[in-house]
């Protein structure tokens, strides 16, 4: 037995895609982002204060394709692009399914997940248009760690607004972000107004996303050179995301896989539409009829709960109001492990996807995920994010449909990060006092 | 610019390979182990107890190639192999040094080290001999997680002897072992008689290395279908390890590198000898002058402080005698973060091609090593294991000797493994708290 072909397909680094793909040329008539102010359409004046003018132009944008700069492909090596496209033979034996299951491996990240895609070219693009600081929020610390990486690759320099109680419970996050060389302030903080003004009504607060994004934007807009970086929601996020997609169509191209089904975790929305938006234009342009499944937590299930309708993207309200599957801007998503899918919103490219019926959705508890992931550890060797664990959950529903129904379909699921810094859910999952995860 | 062919120089699963290296066939005489009761050299019915045929085979073999089977090479895709070989380029250009400095990637095993490797092959041997449970030791953890998760890719069990103190100190390492599926034990236990007996004497001893492989051997000399592993330190353990190597040799033929100086940190000296063995067969054929640089902890330095003669491997003094630098089996190095580092003695190989004058060594203090992962994490966005922050200490300062007389030499060093499990130390570093590590 030699090793079997599509066991791991690679690509080589010259093979990084070379443009983005922009689902905004595609998908139709988009609502546009409102002021939050006026409640009209937003300018691309009103995002200047925070964003440089080739990110604010790349989020307006409905021109299909968009070149990747050389500098940003050079540098997506040190994220370990192209990552690989591998085929879990041990899980399908497992579970003892006819059906083929293949998973895009996000997790070879120095930074243990897909988020480096967007930062590097955020970082980029900043430092082109001559901004010395990033600012930015971060929860769970992945987003955080990210930018701090990658903003050295263009000799910028970070600033992150941890939420405080994370910045308390996860002392290594922190620890990886000064390692980066970031400043990072536990949110709320004595270094901006907003957060002193929080500090003197609530001093014992444990700060909050909106809080830090407060915090993250006060500072970008108070200093030209400062600009603020978002980690997921919006378009241009999605478009640097879509790498990851259009690897995999070449992998998949290379090995002569034609998916049947293409499976992603959601929170933001940003792995889940950077692999599967290049599927959907394909899917669009009636070129393939794979369906495209967002899985999301039952903590915070937009999609599959929410409505779709003007929402603010963070919980203070200051943002421009999006058009987007919502669970309201003040809904507070249970503390569950997969910190990255909390989000009462949902990126509004992929919710003009789904009230259009171009994807599916699905919802999973806390325990049936991490009990995936277990398996998936004993079987294919890696241990999954606590978000990776819902597409993974997803992939295998569908894999054991496939086996009751006796029909070899093929299964692609994207396995966003691994776990390693995160083992906590773990832990309990063994000792078995994981809580349930529903809303 | 394009990509540059060297940033990231890659090979084909396929291009795994196909036979290990063993240096025992060019290294000329080496003394055998002796038994610890008789002082005779031990037989290979010495070792039937613990170990299965077909490894006590390749522990004395002096065959050069040995045949890798294929269902280990199949496996190996699972460690990630073939790992890329890849240039610093942003680390040469902060040093400011005419050096090219290029590094083995054994980080991006799921494992987040090499110990994989050879723990694969000596999981497929035992099955492939009827074992059915493998039996270790483990300090820190990073070899009882190896050995639990490679042998459910041949569906034997794994029982861990965790020396008390990491048992409790290191939570997320027992849970990756038991979601690899492993039995941990805190060591000493009450599962063995040599446990209970310590207990007796010491309730409250936190244990060692000692007391531990005393355990884990006590169960597989109890059990026919039980026999114990070891990670480091063995002839059949740097065998296996020598993938490493070959998959290197293999990219700088691909990339046109000729190495100056290969470089790697030693313990028992298993990323060593993997990485500089088949380097070393060069070297002892006249084909290479490459100088082979081992790097020590100035905590543990057998090689440049001990004294080569025969010494036990463990602490108890219950294993064979083997011929080795050594720091005396009642050392107990420093407490150390690079734990896979504090061993008193070295590799009988290793040992003897220091003896030979093959190779060279340098000991460095552990906030030097720290200094340098945290630079790497910088300018390469990678976070080094404590232990490979040695090797890369070393290569960072031999790119300055070669700044210095303005020499462009060519260096390789072996990145062993990544550090986002064990960041206790980097926060130690970043904090100032991080002791010294002299002897």
Known sequence: MAIPKDARITLDPEEIPKQWYNLAADIGHLEPPLNPVTEKPAKPEDFAPIFCKPIIEQEGSTQRYINIPEEVRENLIYLNRPAPLQRAYRLEKYLKTPAKIYFKREDMSPLGSHKGNTAL???????????????????????????????????????????????????????????????????????????????????DTTGSLGIAISEACEMAVKDEHTCYSLGSVLNH???????????????????????????????????????????????????????????????????????????????AGMTPLLMMYTLGHEFIPKGIHAGGLRYHGM?????????????????????????????????????????????????????????????????????????????????????????????
Chains 1, 2 share one sequence.
């Open 347 to 439: 990126s509004p490219l992929v919710s003009a996807a789904y009230e259009k019926n171009l994807i599916k959705a699905r919802s999973y508890d806390q325990p049936q995920t991490f009990e995936a992931g277990s398996i998936f550890a004993k079987t294919e060797g890696i241990i999954p994010a606590p978000e990776s664990c819902h597409a993974l959950k997803a992939a295998m529903d569908i894999a054991l449909e496939c086996k009751e129904k006796n029909e070899e379909k093929t299964i692609v699921f994207c396995l966003s990060g691994h776990g390693l810094i995160d083992l906590y859910g773990y832990e309990q999952f063994i000792e078995g006092t994981l809580p349930s995860s529903s809303a």
């Open 121 to 203: 070219a955020q970082a980029y693009y900043n430092a082109e248009s001559g901004i010395h600081t990033l600012t930015t929020e971060t929860g769970a610390g992945q987003w955080g760690t990210a930018l701090a990486m990658v903003s050295n690759l263009f000799d910028i320099d970070t600033t992150v607004f941890m939420v405080k109680g994370s910045y308390e419970q996860k002392p290594f996050r922190k620890t990886l972000m000064h390692l980066y060389g970031a400043e990072v302030y536990a949110s709320p903080s004595e270094y901006t107004e907003f957060g002193r003004k929080i500090l003197k009504e609530h001093p």
């Open 237 to 315: 996020v999605m478009l640097h995301q879509t790498v990851i997609g259009l690897e995999t169509i070449e992998q998949m191209k290379k090995a002569e896989i034609k998916p049947d089904y293409m499976v992603a975790c959601v929170g933001g929305g940003s792995n889940f539409g950077g692999f599967t938006f290049p599927m959907l234009r394909d899917k669009i342009a009636g070129k393939t009829d794979c369906e495209i499944v967002a899985v999301e937590p039952k903590a915070a299930p937009s999609l599959t709960e929410g409505k779709f309708r003007y929402d603010f993207g963070d919980t």
